[in-house]
């Protein structure tokens, strides 16, 4: 089965650091609606979809065009920042990344971000040549803990969901791979609570093994 093995890549968080990027630009443009939110609002909703985040602001009755337009113009602003400032892979990202590739991995991102951030993020880090799919918030109807994000990025690259491994940095996304009846890395930031089948904070601390293990 050389080759029947995939690793399934959460984006936000997870291969890269993009939190302050993301706390900034969502200030800035709820503070163009006349909405100011703590850092600890912004925290509790990093990695879920933009429809899901807004309404946990404004209220269930906000309007889904209030919701798109809110939406747009957040990540117009994000991607504008990352294109200035930039952005690093996390920790031992880019030496898993290599790895893996070399070791005859699939690989795909499983990610609740719009399409235009994942592409923004891999033209910022030269790293589009590494990944066989992409799954976007655009591809899916359902949010992590949902595993329709991984299920269909399992289909795009081929592999069978008990050859998947995810990894993953928020809750909801362990859960959604336990869903989809996939093994699961979590990268644990300050101490996150992760039930995951290995937890680490962060992948520099895997052994060289650490993957083909999980499928043994």
């Given amino acids: 089965m050389n080759g029947c093995k995939a690793v399934l890549w959460d984006m936000d968080g997870t291969l890269v650091n993009s939190e302050e990027l993301h706390w900034i630009s969502w200030r800035n443009t709820m503070a163009k609606e006349g909405i100011v939110i703590t850092r600890e609002q912004f925290l509790s909703t990093f990695g879920q979809r933009n429809d899901s985040i807004i309404p946990s602001w404004l209220g269930s009755t906000v309007t889904g065009e209030r ?49 235009a951030n994942i592409d923004a993020v891999l033209e910022a880090l030269s790293m589009k040549h590494v990944f066989q799919g992409i799954v976007s918030a655009e591809d899916v109807h359902r949010g992590k803990p949902d595993p329709e994000v991984y299920l269909l990025a399992a289909s795009r690259v081929g592999v069978p969901a008990g050859r998947c491994i995810v990894v993953e940095d928020a809750a909801a996304g362990i859960e959604g791979a336990r869903r989809a009846g996939m093994r699961g890395i979590g990268v644990s930031h300050k101490g996150k609570d992760l039930h995951a089948d290995v937890v680490v904070e962060s992948l520099e601390q895997l052994e060289p093994d650490a993957f083909e293990r999980l499928l043994r």
């Fill in 67 to 115: 919701i798109e337009r809110i939406a747009r113009s957040k990540e117009n602003l994000y991607r504008q920042l990352l294109r200035r400032v930039g952005i690093a892979p996390e920790p031992g990202v880019a030496t898993w990344l290599d790895r893996l590739q070399k070791h005859g991995w699939q690989q795909a991102i499983a990610s609740a971000a719009p399409r």
